[in-house]
Every structure is written in structure tokens, then in C-alpha cells.
């Protein structure tokens, strides 16, 4: 734990006291997004002080080129950029011609920020004390409409608490913005336009390269003591700019407030030659509602999302926080609304890692996704790979691959591969691997057949492919080999033998065989119309199969586990116990020379093979692999802690479970990572879900059947949840001393508990 600032509340995420240092980790946490576009916690008045200033609107980016010391054959020409948006939230504050600014206030009292998450609000409020001595009490509210999904909402209040005062508020819009990340320090926008009209603003602008146009907007009105008041402003414009000035004389413990309205519309949604009056449209549509009607509307929103995805915890308010905050900020980042976007790795909270889809997308958040939701949303997630495809087989072409091959991108935004790391771009080749994993687990939970025989077919031909070719015969082992890789654990690169690798390898051709025969027997026209696009032959399928059953996995008969590469028994095999603590974390203490020669482990690998496929070991299996990895793990990413949360738990080893849970729930309300002022791990929250679902409450299909093992950590009093499972809501609670099952839907549901048969009635409450 390195931050502890955050007091503990079941609802909100809430800091209290202003601290300087404390900024930047805040504009992350506080972050807000509403799936279409989404901002850090700035704040809306000036502020002088280091500051990470970040709005982002969804599927919009920039091909930043490459920059590498030494150019490889097929490597990543562009490495896509997040972009920083056009600000529309900032408020400019002058106190008798004196700039309101947190960083240079001679005094701050009382200063509280809140993210409500059960409302979907943040606030702010405190007294402060200006260089010209006068002390004013300022509170601020805002939101992104989860109902009009293109508007965002501030309500800024200022009251002069020691004397009358010139209070003027100056809204503005300004794209003059840079990236926080840029490799050349590149122009990202190309400001086309600036107007204003009647309290609007509008700043059209497109993003050099990639030529997306977007209108950025605002609308203000202004009040005392809640009265609407007329003021005509002082306008001032520029080439990338446009502010608003309303200048009031306030009196002592006056209210003045402004309610400002403001977002984007993208050329994806709107005819970019009509952006302003289809802008005026939103905005009209926005201020007719007015302030308290929208947040009124937010709150019902997010009433619905967490009736379904909420997760209550009972005894443990760290714990209930933790969960709350993953699933909040999933639901801001994507919503399933528009099959053109994906879950970035930081969502709308920072701009790390670039890209908008990593296999976290597929290994992780689908399964949040269809039990939480819709099961159309997850299958708009593998849709979205679909799509792709073509995408896929020319970034295998670029390594040398042919006959339709496929390596999808470890980052993508269009399907193209956009990563600029050659150790992840080159070797980092299990993504693959997720994909079809992906497409199998939603058939597995779903029921839902269809999506193979339509698109998801295509998609495992050209992954077999892939594998296929990517396998090396050697003579010296009789086996087939996959040379070069590097597996979900980082720290390890370009070595041979990844076990995840070869394992997950030889499953997906399995599974493409598989998948090949249950659509040639009962889909004939879907058949038909693949293998003749496809071209597959009776001899390709036997050639894959050789390779199959024929993967080498390295195993040690002294440790009776299977390796993580070749090589692991080579290491100097010292516990992270034993590490010097004040070495912690190596990525930022040690070489990456060092780095890769140690036996520690970034995250979950040969373990996250066992959690895809369970089934296939046995519980000593992994109790055996699991002590003899975790010791050597040092979990320094975000994916890794949930994986040996589920594990753990799995293994009846509840204090491990509970332990690994608060770390990867409060990964970043701790900043456990040392590095949450660059935002939010939003893609691993899932997996926080998965921790509690899967892990505390064993939940699995088996054989058609949902499953459950439910385990409670002896910190909690009780837990619930619910998932929707094939169209019909079932909730699960548990405590100290029983299970009960409630059913919302049409017919009964039979279900295992701890293996045995237990049948639930609609509206009906079973106790095991």
C-alpha cells in the first residue's frame, strides 16, 4: 500500500484536506466517463500546481510513429495514442479580478472531493482565502449523462464569505491541448473552427492522420441564490479558444452559480458538415432538462446498472469499497452501445499503454460483461474481433505467416497491430489464444451457439492457422516446439517453451477441429459458405492435428510441475520472501538485464493456464504448481492478483484468497503499483469481479450446468450477487452459515452446489 488517503465509505470513494501531492492520484481516482467519452478528475477553475490534465472521447486516436532505436522488420509503424480532447470542463474564478487557483490560495479549509459512485456524481468543495484576502466558500458538482451520452454537466457555486465581492466566471472551450504521452511531441489536433452564439460555443476540430472530426460544446446560465440571472458577456475567441465572461457583484453569503453544459459530437455519429446545429439540438435538449432533471436521470441510470451488477459485502467497508469502485468504473468505460469500441486498459483515466483493446478485453472483462449485462454485449465484444480478422491475417502476413493466418494485435484500435515494445509485439503471440478462449467461453455460458457458425469459425481457422505454422519441429525432442515467446509473465522474454504458450496453442487447434465438425454435421450452409472462403482441406486439418498431439511441454520430475519455459530451473531460484523489500518493485529498482535473469514472475502464467482450464487437472495439480509459483511471483501487474485470488480460494486457502482480493480490488485506491497518477488498471477490475464470483463464490459451468462452490473469508458477514445466466437472473448470497439462491425468470434453473443437485423456482428462495 503506498496511498491511504481515501477514507472508506460502502458508496463513494471520498478524500478529504487538500494536499498538493495528492493531486494527480486524485484526477485518476475521481475519474468520470460515461462510455462514449470520459475525463480525469480535473478541476474545472485554474490550477497552477502539477497537475495531469486528460479528456477523452471513445474510438478517437492518433498513430503516433514509432520511436525505436534500431528498426526491425515488421515492426509497428504507429503506436496509437489516447487522445488528450478539446477541454470543455474548465470554469476560469476571479475574486475582485484575482484568479481563483487551489495551488496559490494563501489558506484551504474544509476542502472534500466525492465520487458518488451509487449517484454517478463527482463533487468538491472548500473555503479558501485568495492572495487579496477575500475567503470564499466554493462547492462544484458534475457529471457525464449516462442519458445523453454526448453532454456532460457542472454546477459551480461561489459565496464571498468575509465581504462583497466581483465574482466572474469565465466558461471556456480551448483544443490547444497536448498529450500528457507523445513519442515526437507531435500537433494532434487541427482546430478548424471557432463560433459562438447566445451563451454557445463550438470548436470543430479533426485529429491529424486519422481525419476524425469532432465539435466540442458548451452552454451556460448563471444564478443567484438559485434565481436565474441575464448577463450579457464579454466574448473572447481565438484560433483554438472561446470564453465567456459573466461579471456579478455578489453580496457576503450570496450564492453565485453558474450550471455549465458541454461535450463532443464525432463525425462516427453526426454528419460533421452539420456539427453545429446538431450540437445546438444536444444542448437544447440538455437545458431544457436543466441541472437537476439530468442528474436526476443519472441517478436513475445508475440505478438499473447496479440492481443487476452490484456486489454487496457485509462486514468489511475496505473490501465493499474496493468492489464498488472496480464495477463503477467498467460500467464507465463501456457500456455495450457501440460495436465499434472497446475496453482500453485505462479507460478514460489516463493515457498509458495507448490502444483501445489488449486480450485483457477476452481473458478478463467478457466474462463481467455477460453475467452482468446482456449476453449481446459480450457477443459485440467478439464481434468486434470479427470485424478484424482481415486485419489479423495481413499482421501474420507482415511476420511471414500465409494461407490466411491470423495474429491478432496485442493493441489495436482498427485491428492493426500498434505496439512498440518488440518483446510484446513479436513474441507476446498468446493473445491469440484469448480470443478463442473467448469465443469458447461465451458458448459455454450463453448457450449461444450461433456466433460460431457466423463469424466465430472464420475467426478459430485462421488462429489454427496461425499455431500451425508457428510450431517448429524438433528432432532433437520429437515434439513440436514454440521458440521465442514470451508468456503472460513479462519478465521472461524471447524463450522457448512457454508452457502457457504451447498449452493454450495445442487447445485452440483442438478447439478449431472441434469446432470444424459440429459446423460441418449441423450448420451445412454456414459450412459451405467458410470452407469455401477459408479454402480448408482434409490434409491442412490432419496437419494440425500432428502438431496438436504432438506439443512439448517442459516438465521437471524433481519439482513433478510443468516449467514455465525451458529455462526456469536455470535461475538462481530465490522467493520474493526473501527479496529485500527495499528492492520492491523490481520494475522500477532493477535493469531489465536483471529483470529477465531473475525467477520472479510479473503475473500469473503457467498458473493462468490452469485458471482457463481448470478441468483439465486435477486440485493437486494445481495446489502442486500454485505453491511452487506464487512464492517466486511478485504480482506486478494488475491481471495477476485476481488469478491467485481464484486460485487460492479454490485451494481452501481463504486468508491467502481474502488477501490477494484486497489488492487487486484496491490495486489503485492503494496504489499498490506506485503509478495510479497515471491512471486507472480499468481492464483488471474485472478480474476483481471474477475474485468474488468465481473465486469466493466458486461459480462455473460445468457440463451445461452452473455451478457453485460458495467459500466466505472470515472477515465478512455475508456477500451477494447476481448473474445473468441464459436470459434469467439468478442471486446469490451468501454467509457464515448458508447459500441461498433466488431466481428471477420463466422456468426453474437446476444448479449444483458443492456437487450436488439443487433445483430453483421462479421468485422463488432456496437456502443449501
Not at 447566445?198 to 476524425?212: E, G, L, R, S, V
Not at 510443468?562 to 526456469?568: E, P
Not at 489488492?663 to 497518477?677: I, Q
Request: hydrophobic residues 35%.
Amino acid at each position: 500500500m503506498n496511498l491511504d488517503y481515501i477514507i472508506p465509505n460502502a458508496w463513494s470513494i471520498i478524500e478529504e484536506g487538500f494536499n498538493p501531492d495528492q493531486v494527480k492520484a486524485s484526477e485518476s481516482l475521481f475519474s468520470i466517463g460515461n462510455g462514449a467519452m470520459g475525463q480525469r478528475a480535473n478541476f474545472e477553475e485554474a490550477y497552477s500546481g502539477p497537475t495531469f490534465q486528460g479528456s477523452y472521447i471513445a474510438g478517437v486516436y492518433y498513430p503516433d510513429k514509432t520511436r525505436v532505436g534500431w528498426w526491425k522488420n515488421g515492426y509497428p509503424e504507429y503506436f496509437a495514442k489516447v487522445l488528450n480532447a478539446p477541454n470543455w470542463i474548465g470554469i476560469n474564478v476571479l475574486v475582485n479580478n484575482e484568479q481563483l487557483d487551489l495551488f496559490n490560495s494563501k489558506s484551504i479549509k474544509n476542502f472534500r472531493r466525492e465520487l458518488n459512485m451509487k449517484e454517478g456524481w463527482l463533487s468538491r468543495s472548500f473555503v479558501a482565502t485568495l492572495q487579496n484576502d477575500v475567503e470564499v466558500e466554493v462547492s462544484t458538482k458534475r457529471f457525464l449523462s449516462l442519458d445523453i451520452d454526448e453532454v456532460g454537466a457542472i454546477d459551480f457555486n461561489v459565496k464571498p464569505l468575509n465581504t462583497d465581492a466581483e465574482i466572474t466566471f469565465q466558461p471556456y472551450l480551448d483544443s490547444g491541448i497536448t498529450n500528457e504521452d507523445t513519442n515526437w511531441d507531435d500537433k494532434f489536433w487541427d482546430t478548424l473552427s471557432v463560433s459562438h452564439e447566445n451563451n454557445q460555443a463550438f470548436i470543430q476540430a479533426k485529429t491529424m492522420k486519422t481525419d476524425f472530426y469532432t465539435c466540442t460544446f458548451m452552454e451556460s446560465q448563471v444564478f443567484i441564490d438559485g434565481k436565474s440571472v441575464i448577463i450579457e458577456p464579454n466574448i473572447k475567441a481565438d484560433a483554438n479558444y472561446a470564453s465567456f465572461s459573466y461579471r456579478h457583484k455578489v453580496k457576503q453569503n450570496e450564492i453565485y452559480a453558474i450550471h455549465k453544459f458541454g461535450g463532443y459530437l464525432v463525425d462516427r455519429n453526426h454528419d460533421k458538415n452539420n456539427f453545429v446545429n446538431e450540437a445546438k439540438s444536444v444542448l437544447a435538449k440538455a437545458t431544457r432538462l436543466g441541472f437537476s432533471e439530468l442528474l436526476n436521470n443519472q441517478k436513475n441510470a445508475w440505478s438499473k446498472i447496479w440492481d443487476m451488477s452490484d456486489i454487496t459485502i457485509e462486514g468489511d467497508v475496505k473490501a465493499q469499497q474496493g468492489i464498488r469502485f472496480n464495477i463503477f468504473h467498467l460500467n464507465q468505460t463501456y457500456l455495450g452501445t457501440d460495436a465499434t469500441l472497446n475496453i482500453g486498459p485505462k479507460g478514460f483515466t489516463g493515457e498509458k499503454y495507448g490502444g483501445s483493446t489488449y486480450w485483457d478485453t477476452e481473458a478478463y472483462c467478457i466474462p463481467f460483461y455477460m453475467a452482468t449485462k446482456d449476453q449481446s454485449v459480450a457477443r459485440m465484444l467478439l464481434t468486434y474481433r470479427y470485424k478484424h480478422l482481415e486485419k489479423a491475417i495481413e499482421n501474420a502476413q507482415k511476420l511471414g505467416f500465409k494461407n490466411g493466418a491470423a495474429l491478432y494485435p496485442m493493441v489495436t484500435m482498427n485491428g492493426e497491430e500498434c505496439h512498440n515494445e518488440w518483446e510484446i509485439t513479436f513474441e507476446e503471440i498468446h493473445r491469440n489464444g484469448a480470443i478463442a478462449f473467448a469465443i469458447y467461453n461465451y458458448y459455454r455460458y450463453t448457450g449461444d451457439y450461433s456466433y460460431i457458425p457466423e463469424m466465430g469459425l472464420e475467426v478459430l481457422i485462421g488462429i489454427a492457422r496461425f499455431w500451425h505454422q508457428r510450431a517448429t519441429f524438433s528432432t532433437d525432442k520429437n515434439k513440436y516446439v514454440i521458440l521465442g515467446v514470451t508468456g503472460p509473465n513479462e519478465y521472461e522474454n524471447n524463450i522457448n517453451n512457454n508452457w502457457y504458450t504451447n498449452y493454450i496453442a495445442q487447445w485452440c487447434i483442438n478447439y478449431a477441429l472441434e469446432s470444424i465438425e459440429k459446423v460441418r454435421e449441423g450448420y451445412e450452409d454456414d459450412y459451405r459458405r467458410v470452407s469455401g472462403k477459408t479454402k480448408i482441406t482434409h490434409e491442412e486439418l490432419a496437419l494440425w492435428k500432428k502438431v496438436a498431439d504432438n506439443m512439448y511441454f517442459p516438465y521437471s520430475e524433481k519439482y513433478n510441475v510443468y516449467l514455465q519455459q525451458d529455462g526456469f530451473l536455470d535461475k538462481e531460484l530465490i522467493t520474493v520472501a526473501d527479496l529485500d523489500k527495499s528492492q520492491r518493485p523490481i520494475n522500477q529498482k532493477w535493469s531489465w538485464d536483471r529483470i529477465l535473469r531473475s525467477p520472479y514472475i510479473k503475473q500469473a502464467d503457467t498458473l493462468q493456464g490452469m485458471y482457463f482450464f481448470e478441468d483439465q487437472f486435477t486440485t493437486e495439480e494445481l495446489e502442486r504448481h500454485f505453491d511452487f509459483y506464487e512464492p517466486y511471483t511478485v504480482h506486478e501487474s494488475s491481471l495477476s492478483p485476481c488469478v491467485h485470488s481464484i486460485q487460492a480460494a479454490k485451494l481452501d486457502r481463504m486468508e491467502q484468497a481474502y488477501t490477494f482480493y484486497l489488492r487487486t480490488s484496491r490495486l489503485d485506491l492503494d496504489d499498490y503499483n506506485h503509478e495510479v497518477h497515471e491512471g486507472l488498471h480499468i481492464t483488471s477490475m474485472a478480474g476483481t469481479w471474477m475474485s468474488i464470483v468465481e473465486g469466493f463464490g466458486g461459480m462455473r459451468v460445468k457440463n451445461d450446468t452452473l455451478t457453485f462452490e460458495p467459500k466466505i473469508p472470515k472477515q465478512w458477514k455475508g456477500y451477494s450477487f447476481k448473474v445473468n445466466f441464459r436470459h434469467q437472473i439468478l442471486k446469490v448470497s451468501v454467509n457464515q452459515n448458508e447459500t441461498q439462491f433466488e431466481l428471477e425468470g420463466d422456468t426453474e434453473l437446476q444448479i449444483l452446489v458443492n456437487g450436488e443437485s439443487v433445483t430453483i423456482t421462479p421468485d422463488g428462495l432456496v437456502s443449501v
